[in-house]
């Protein structure tokens, strides 16, 4: 961690305005909901009872936690103000509306819905919003989507990864790529616990949340979209995933090779797809930093997906911390290339 103290202000006084691109929300009335199925278990999601056990507990991080997640205000607006983040782009938290049976979180959704959409009608200089949609109703969900981008004025769509344990690559669920497509609405694919098919062996080791389980799932999602041919199918689908890319970008040349491997050898599973896997992040896929305030990972993704693919986020108030907002402002980059990584890469690829 880089120890150069500046101080942190909004307005642009470093050359750029900082917009956090993963930043979380939680509506009151679903906190309670979250908080209820902690008692009565009426839910069969694993992950939710390791992730919402624990920020629905009294310690002090999950109080604090819980407080700011619900707040689409003031206090919201001075934790910005305190860090110099312009902008938050304001999303579902994890696992949103998704674990819930489909006629309830369709109408979840919309409420979530409504109240961004108030609250950034009262902050639309500091706030910009994504659409939340319930997958396990895919036309309710492309219907959500159009009217999040049609009338609400949301600037892309979030998924809290597997819904009830199925991936967006099911063909069930295609409405909701298509309108992504369609109303031009970036898909970001945020991480949630891992999966039925995946958790036992992360829960027996507590790595189930974002120390790793997160990432394997969210990575996991992501891939398989590549390989089902979802950019072929929907060439113009752009796709947002934090973390770095889930650790995708790591193991780029290995996939491609063997990828083209297993595809040309006829492996069970496997399809030819129009591009390499490595061009899709190169056509349809952005990566933003949250939770991975590190200079030389960033670099990493810098150098190999380029100065435009690359864009700031927080993970507020999951990852409320001052210092490494100073990191990136001190990442080793032009500051050219700097305001495409806070400001202009946010402001393109959201249409903001
Ligand atoms: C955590 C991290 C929780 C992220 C999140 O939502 C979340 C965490 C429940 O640290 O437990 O969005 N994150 O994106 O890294
Ligand atoms: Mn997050």
């Not at 009335?29 to 278990?41: A, I, P, T």
């Amino acid at each position: 961690m880089n120890n150069i103290e500046h101080p942190l202000q909004t307005g642009g006084t470093r050359g750029y305005l900082r917009i956090a691109t993963e930043e979380a929300f939680c509506p009151p009335s679903l906190m309670k909901r979250f908080l209820q199925v902690l008692q009565d278990k009426s839910i069969d999601d694993p992950g939710f009872y390791s992730l919402w056990g624990f920020y629905g507990g009294d310690s002090e991080r999950a109080c604090l936690l819980r407080e700011r997640i619900q707040d689409l205000g003031d206090h919201r607006i001075g934790d910005m103000n305190a860090t110099g983040i312009d902008r938050q782009i304001i999303s579902m938290t994890c696992p949103g509306v998704q674990m819930f049976p489909a006629a309830e979180a369709v109408i979840m959704a919309e409420e979530a819905n409504d109240a961004l959409f108030d609250a950034v009608n009262k902050h639309p200089g500091r706030f910009s919003g994504l659409t939340t949609i319930a997958p396990q109703d895919p036309d309710a969900a492309a219907r959500e989507i159009q009217r999040g981008a049609r009338q609400l004025g949301f600037k892309g769509v979030i998924v809290n990864s597997h819904t009830q344990n199925r991936y967006l690559d099911d063909p069930d669920f295609s409405p909701i790529l298509q309108a992504a497509e369609e109303y031009g609405a970036p898909l970001y694919i945020h991480p949630n616990t891992p999966s039925k098919q995946l958790i036992p062996a992360f829960l027996e080791r507590g790595l189930d949340g974002a120390i790793y389980g997160f990432g394997v799932e969210t990575g996991l999602h992501l891939l398989r979209l590549i390989v089902a041919g979802v950019f072929d199918r929907y060439p113009n689908l752009k796709v947002v995933v934090g973390h770095l890319g889930e650790a995708l970008p790591f193991w780029m040349n290995r996939i491609d090779f063997m990828h083209g491997a297993s595809v040309r050898a006829g492996r069970v599973g496997t399809r030819r797809l129009d591009r390499k896997p490595s061009e899709y992040f190169q056509h349809n896929i952005y990566v933003t930093t949250s939770g991975m305030p590190w200079t030389d990972s960033i670099m990493y993704c810098h150098k190999v997906l380029g100065a435009d693919r690359v864009m700031y986020a927080m993970d507020y108030p999951y990852q409320y911390v001052a210092d490494e907002v100073r990191e990136q402002d001190n990442l080793p980059i032009s500051l050219q290339d700097k305001k495409k990584f806070f400001q202009t890469n946010a402001e393109k690829v959201f249409n903001l």
